[in-house]
């Protein structure tokens, strides 16, 4: 005879739950041995790999990786996450002669735990403020998830000028996530509460959500990796409890709408129809409409996080968007 489950394991159960239910309505190849850095963009020293941190106005410490030569690919990451999600892209992108960077969001990885700033606006600036720091132009841009958001925003509010020249979002969560009147076939916001319930105990949550939903190992007949699992949750126990609080509400209630009607130019929009974290129906599609250059990109039966587990696919559809 057993007794009644912990409180906590059962909610996290429903909220696992009410995430599929929701969401129901890595190889990189190395094949550019003779790739050179391109004169045009080349704009570093002799240290072509290198890390290091810059301080924002308001005194938050953001951490970057800024490896190679040639034109910028700036990569935004999701919640919880840090630039290291991006790994396997920096490495193949780097091998195509291209200068790859990516930084940890405020509050997330090694930038500092910020109880301050933690909105999509502060995020965009951030994202400006390291663009001004390195001294990039004619940067693309791509984010996952949450990332995703932040490069509408960025590009946006500060992507003018000629700082831009393209930008891709995978698995992103513009133009709106959770649902309202304006927003019928969002997520309801019972689903981004039990978020916020499961960070009382976020070691636990942050196992939950990689060994189910995020990289669909909850589906029959997926091959799960013991290895992303711990890296996912390695990576989300980096970041701050304050931040990554804050950013639910962020990821599922910043609108976009406007964000997308003024950037015109070319977007990538790169999303699974069977994915379990932000619904098919009620962003990509809606996404791609508004966006005066945008194409969408429709992937079956891949996961939210399919940049880690279907790398090989996504980084040839990004290679052929940025030569085309």
Known sequence: MTGPEPSGI??????????????????????????????????????????????TRDGTEIYYKDWGTGQPIVFHHGWPLSADDWDNQMLFFLAQGYRVIAHDRRGHGRSTQTD????????????????????????IHVGHSTGGGEVIRYVARHG????????????????IMVKSAANP????????????????????????????????????????????????????MMGGTKAHYDCIKVFSETDHTEDLK?????????????????????????????LPKGTLKVYKGLPHGMPTTHADIINADLLAFFRA
């Open 185 to 236: 076939g969002g997520t309801p916001i019972e689903i981004f509460d039990g978020y916020r319930a499961g960070m009382a105990n976020r070691a636990q949550f942050y196992r939950d959500i990689p060994e189910g939903p995020f990289y669909g190992y909850n589906r029959p007949g997926a091959k799960v990796s013991p290895g992303v699992i711990d890296n996912w949750w390695r990576q989300s």
């Open 116 to 139: 301050l700033g933690n909105d999509m606006d502060t995020y965009a600036a951030d994202c400006a403020a390291l663009v001004q720091h390195l001294g990039i132009r004619d940067a």
């Open 262 to 290: 003024k950037i015109t130019l070319p977007v990538l929009v790169m999303h699974s129809e069977d994915d379990q974290i932000v619904p098919f129906a009620d962003s990509a599609p809606l996404a791609a409409k508004l």
């Open 10 to 55: 059962a909610s996290r159960r429903q909220v696992l739950a009410g995430i599929g239910a929701a969401a129901a309505l890595s190889s990189w190849p190395m094949t550019a041995a003779g790739a050179r850095p391109d004169p045009v963009h080349a704009s570093k020293g002799s240290n072509d790999m290198a890390s290091g941190t810059f301080t």
């Open 160 to 175: 003018g000028g000629g700082l831009v020249a393209k930008a891709a979002i995978i698995s992103a969560i513009p133009p």
